[in-house]
């Protein structure tokens, strides 16, 4: 199993935006993905075409059940999601304590799809400081930092850099993705500018704002299936491929892996 965590240390940069449309991309990619959301505002699954009245998901069982894969949901043959689920507030708190005292706790409920061969994983989480990140860290072979073209991301370079995310030895893994950005704009082309030189070959890839995000979304489809023409649909792309290369994997040749719960059986 290969697992990329997405993470940001501001809010509504895309980050749920980025794992649906990843996960989607590495799956016409011919690999076995799981996107799963440790958010608490249970927004992943909106992607995925499971109704808002749907509340079903693994936070409010796991406390009872160490393994988690009993609740993932199949989305196609090799695409699916374990959506966070409705839980009240103390079982969220707990949940999140769980992450963060006791490591066992997210070994177990990842345990069956860790053995699964080929699969990779795709977490949103909240914010850098948030418990399912930081017990993230330890399993995650990449950590993808969404930022917006604006100034009001770049302020958070130095803080990025202070807590290890950029130019660090610990940092060979965190990769920067710029989002919205916008090359009519100038002060956006500033902003890439400036991301290009702080940030170097930390930064990855860059998805244009583009309506299609928001009619995609709308739509309950992803990027690519509501409109392959599209300039965002292009940069998942770019940025897919990257990721493929960056976790040391090959395009695959077309062929579909088989189902991920029959795998898990096995
Ligand atoms: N490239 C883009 N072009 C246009 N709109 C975008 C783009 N990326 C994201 N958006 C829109 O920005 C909003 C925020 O995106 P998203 O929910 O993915 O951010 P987030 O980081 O997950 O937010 P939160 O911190 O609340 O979890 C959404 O309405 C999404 O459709
Ligand atoms: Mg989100």
Not at 8 to 34: C, D, E, P, Q, Y
Not at 122 to 133: C, E, M, N, R
Not at 149 to 175: I, W
Request: proline share 3%; aromatic share 6%.
């Amino acid at each position: 199993m290969k697992l990329i965590s997405i993470s940001s240390s501001k809010g509504g940069v895309g980050k749920t935006t980025i794992a649906a449309n990843l996960a989607h991309m590495l799956s016409l990619r011919g690999f076995t993905v799981l996107a799963i959301d440790f958010d608490s505002q249970n927004s992943l699954r909106t992607h995925f075409g499971i109704p808002l009245s749907d509340t079903q998901g693994f936070v409010s069982k796991a406390l009872r059940q160490s393994d988690w894969s009993p609740f993932i949901i199949s989305v196609s043959n090799n695409l699916f999601v374990l959506p966070y689920g409705e839980c009240d507030e103390s079982t969220q708190s707990i949940f999140e304590q769980r992450l963060l005292n006791d490591s066992d706790f997210l070994h177990h409920g990842l345990q069956a799809l860790r053995n699964t061969e080929g699969l990779i994983l795709v977490a949103d989480t909240a914010s850098l400081s948030s418990p399912a990140f930081k017990a993230l860290t330890q399993l995650a072979d990449i950590q993808l930092i969404p930022l917006l073209s604006d100034t009001a991301s770049m302020t958070q370079l130095p803080y990025l850099e202070r807590t290890g995310f950029l130019e660090h030895p610990q940092s060979v893994k965190n990769f920067f993705i710029l989002n919205q950005t916008n090359p009519r704009s100038d002060v956006c082309q500033d902003v890439e500018t400036f991301a290009q030189n702080t940030l170097s070959k930390q930064l990855i890839g860059q998805i244009h704002r583009d309506e299609s995000v928001l009619k995609a979304h709308s739509a309950e489809q992803s990027i690519t299936d509501f409109n392959r023409l599209s300039a965002a649909a292009a940069d998942i792309e770019a940025i897919s491929d990257k990721v493929i290369d960056l976790l040391g994997l090959e395009i695959g040749t077309g062929a579909i892996y088989h189902d991920l719960k029959e795998s898990i059986r096995e």
